[in-house]
């Protein structure tokens, strides 16, 4: 079965400085994709990155990127030059299948970021 | 208007009533998904629903059903509430290729 572990609840990062959020996955499945959400404290979620597995380099968005290592089936997300913007909840989740099946999201349980000034 | 729309946004009801969370979407998507949020544990997977004829249970459907009215709409219903079930809930679509849309969430509080 598949599973996505988060490993920090809580974490602390200062104001431009950058940040790693662990998460690791385990899955049967040779095709799945990997995807980091922040939710803020009003709620919502927000998409951040994604990674397919047979993606080749590492995905980028802005200031986020993927530490994609799939022998060691981890998916870590650096954010670079943290802001006070930037505390919330984030999220990893991973779909089994081709990109163009869609299917069911996993989450792990989340890492709480909180940036200092 | 949000692409992914839940009502209510924040309901409070008692223990052994019979409550309706309702999704409807704009995006198109055959997909549709409920998950809940509880502190500690991140989002578990309720029901989903890859067309108007396929439902499917998801990791923690017991106490919960779900009807998918038409393409754009899915509703999740609690047919007799307990305390245990107060959490952040989350409807989402999906279509390929494989992306994602949440709605706002409904944070349900069982007395």
């Known amino acids: 079965a598949q599973k996505i572990t988060q490993t920090q609840p809580g974490m ?5 400085e950058a940040v ?4 690791t996955y385990d899955t049967s499945d040779p095709s799945y994709g990997l995807f980091w959400y922040k939710q803020p404290s009003s709620g919502e979620m927000i998409f951040l990155i994604y990674q397919g597995s047979y993606d080749q380099q590492n995905a980028t968005e802005g200031r986020y990127s993927l530490n994609f290592q799939k022998a060691r089936k981890s998916a870590n997300l650096v ?3 943290s802001q006070l913007g930037d505390s919330a909840m984030y999220f990893c989740a991973m779909r089994e299948g081709l990109l163009n099946q869609g299917g069911k999201l996993i989450f792990g349980q989340g890492t709480e970021l909180s940036v200092k000034p | 208007d949000a692409d992914v ?6 309901r409070i009801t008692k223990t052994g009533k019979r409550i309706m969370l309702e999704c409807s979407q704009t995006k198109g998507h055959d997909r549709m998904y409920w998950y809940r949020q509880d502190p500690g544990l991140g989002l578990r997977l309720i029901y989903y629903s890859f067309d108007v004829k396929d439902i499917n249970k998801g990791e923690i459907s017991d106490g919960y059903s779900v009807s998918r009215q038409a393409q754009a709409k899915f509703s999740l219903s609690l047919e007799s509430a307990i305390p245990n079930q107060t959490a952040l809930y989350f409807c989402a679509t999906s279509a390929a290729p494989g992306s ?10 069982v007395v």
């Open chain 2, 100 to 109: 994602y849309t949440f709605g706002s969430g409904t944070r349900l509080t």
């Open chain 1, 12 to 16: 602390f990062v200062q104001e431009k």
């Open chain 2, 5 to 10: 729309t839940q009502t209510p946004r924040n």
């Open chain 1, 20 to 23: 790693t959020l662990d998460c």
């Open chain 1, 79 to 81: 954010i670079s030059a």
